[in-house]
């Protein structure tokens, strides 16, 4: 507040001045009075000076308040936790998300469950040339945190739109070779979603550890999944995924495949401790 009223007051004075001062172009060089000459002769560079400054300040300012703008909402839209009966209207701004994306053919049916932020299961198996064929069937996994979900839910309460963040989070890549905490967060949030789909269960829970990776716990006991467990998947991702992306010496790869990869190496897991699915429609 203090630097805005500061900004505000220079402008004021170099407009006050601008408009009733005017310099005497006939002033006598020989003038006793040495201000009036100094003003005279540099009184119109000074105003332009203050003038710029100000300008300048005035832009550093709104960049500034842009920025901690950004940072009240994103701190406000990590605590912020939807109603159950508000995620039905954010489904379908997904939905739409991944029939938006041009280069594959359409998902043509989804699931998603919010157990602890979302995660959204997207399987096509139609062709348009061919029907439905098995072999055909791709998939595509969706894992958003408590922040996404936030920002989704902030945009929700003001009705201001979904698409465009949805479309957004469905394009996201990832590093390839990089396995940070934002990554860990969502493997964690994969594993409790999966399992809710799997048991119909929500008693469990997740740690995350730079080095141990992830650690998913329920009644039926713990499954790790390790940072080079993750890598792998994305290479696997990369692999198979038209739109990785190379930009120098870094490889990043579609959150949709990454978490796909991830996803089928936690139902290998949960075999492994007898975890099965108990859904009449399947898993």
């Known amino acids: 507040m203090f630097i805005d009223t500061i900004l505000i007051l220079a402008t004021l004075i170099v407009t006050v001045t601008a408009i009733y001062w005017q310099p005497d172009q006939k002033a006598d060089l020989n003038e006793k009075s040495r201000t009036i000459r100094l003003l005279n002769k ?3 560079r000074a105003l332009l000076a203050i003038a710029v400054v100000t300008t300048g300040c005035s832009f550093w300012k709104a960049r500034q308040d842009d920025k901690d703008k950004d940072f009240l909402q994103l701190a406000v839209a990590s605590t912020l936790a939807p109603a159950n009966s508000v995620y039905p209207d954010l489904y379908p701004h997904f939905y739409s998300a991944v029939k938006w994306r041009p280069w594959r053919l359409d998902y ?5 469950y919010h157990v602890v932020a979302l995660t959204c299961f997207f399987k096509n198996e139609m062709n348009p040339k061919y029907g439905k064929k098995p072999e055909l069937e791709r998939h595509g996994t969706l894992v958003l945190d408590k922040t996404d979900v936030g920002k989704m839910y902030a945009n929700w309460i003001r009705k201001s739109g979904n698409d465009s963040l949805a479309r957004e989070f469905a394009n996201k890549q990832f590093k390839r070779d990089v396995v940070n905490e934002e990554i860990l ?13 799997f048991q119909n269960d929500v008693y469990t829970d997740y740690t995350i550890d730079g080095k141990a990776g992830v650690t998913l716990s329920s009644r039926n006991g713990s499954i790790v999944i390790t940072p080079s467990e993750i ?5 696997a991702a990369a692999a198979g995924d038209g739109k990785t992306i190379v930009t120098g010496i870094e490889t990043t790869v579609a959150g949709l495949k990454l978490f796909y990869e991830i996803e089928k190496l936690y139902r290998e897991k949960f075999k492994e401790i007898g975890v099965t699915c108990r859904r009449s429609d399947g898993c």
């Open 108 to 112: 043509n049916d989804f699931r998603c």
């Open 231 to 235: 890598i792998t998947a994305a290479h």
């Open 42 to 44: 540099y009184g119109q």
């Open 185 to 197: 967060d969502k493997v964690g949030i994969l594993g409790r979603n999966i399992f809710y789909h």
